[in-house]
């Protein structure tokens, strides 16, 4: 079965330009997530999506982030402008489906590659 | 933030059995404990994960104390492939929240 795929895997932006990432989850999965993972640290969610809806933004810094999932599938995370500290591993995860635990097979997320992010 | 505390770093001998620890004191009744692992350069990867009873699988083993407020993760015959960062996540309905996570190097 086909991973997650993520692109670009490396960007690198001057501060205040735009960029945009691309991620093509696991066929079938209806919940897609983007994380932020800053270097020494663990991934941070940024937004989750249930099929085109989201589910959860309240971590996403909405002034210069944005995310789509139009057609519930695909998803693209854009940042402008860019900051210095925006400088991370950008992460797209997907699952079957989204909330409790109680069916792993259902929750498990699976992760792509991330696409690392450098803003000089 | 995340509401597991485990230790920054651990070796492991090639072939030996890696035990890593991780504490949940505060875990609610209906909190699952999870482990995701890390290896360089690639996305998280789930190990396992499990409620009150001790859970194995083709991975790892999950084992939890009778109180719920701490777990170890044993990797039974650690190979170098297993140099990642671990994460333990204590969740029921809610986002993954990841900490630092232990790193733990296999040495040959």
């Known amino acids: 079965e086909a991973g997650v795929a993520q692109s670009p895997r490396y960007k690198i932006i001057e501060k205040r330009q735009s960029v945009a990432f691309w991620c093509n989850p696991i066929?079938?999965?209806?919940?897609l997530y983007w994380y932020q993972q800053i270097l020494g640290q663990g991934p941070k969610l940024l937004i989750q999506?249930?099929?085109?809806?989201?589910?959860?933004d309240s971590q996403l810094p909405k002034d210069r982030f944005s995310a789509e999932r139009l057609k519930g599938v695909d998803s693209t995370l854009k940042i402008q402008p860019a900051k210095l500290e925006d400088s991370a591993v950008y992460l797209c995860?997907?699952?079957?489906?989204?909330?409790?635990?109680?069916?792993?097979?259902?929750?498990?997320?699976?992760f792509g590659p991330g696409t690392r992010l450098t803003v000089l | 933030d995340a509401k597991t505390t485990q230790p920054t770093s651990m070796d492991c001998a090639e072939g030996r059995a890696a035990n890593l620890p991780c504490n949940h004191s505060?875990?609610?009744?209906?909190?699952?404990v999870y482990w995701y692992r890390q290896i360089h350069s690639q996305g998280p990867q789930y190990i396992i994960h499990?409620?009150?009873n001790n859970e194995t699988n083709e991975m790892a083993s999950l084992i939890i104390t009778e109180d719920r407020k701490s777990s170890t993760l044993i990797l039974p015959h650690a190979t170098l492939r297993d140099t990642a960062v671990y994460y333990c996540?204590?969740?029921?309905?809610?986002?993954?929240?990841f900490g630092k996570g232990t790193r733990l190097s296999v040495i040959a």
């Open positions: 995860a997907s699952s079957l489906a989204g909330g409790g635990p109680y069916q792993s097979s259902y929750n498990e997320q699976f």
């Open positions: 066929s079938g999965h209806a919940t």
């Open positions: 999506f249930q099929n085109n809806g989201v589910v959860d």
């Open positions: 505060t875990i609610s009744g209906n909190e699952y």
């Open positions: 499990g409620l009150k």
């Open positions: 996540i204590v969740r029921e309905d809610t986002p993954l929240v």
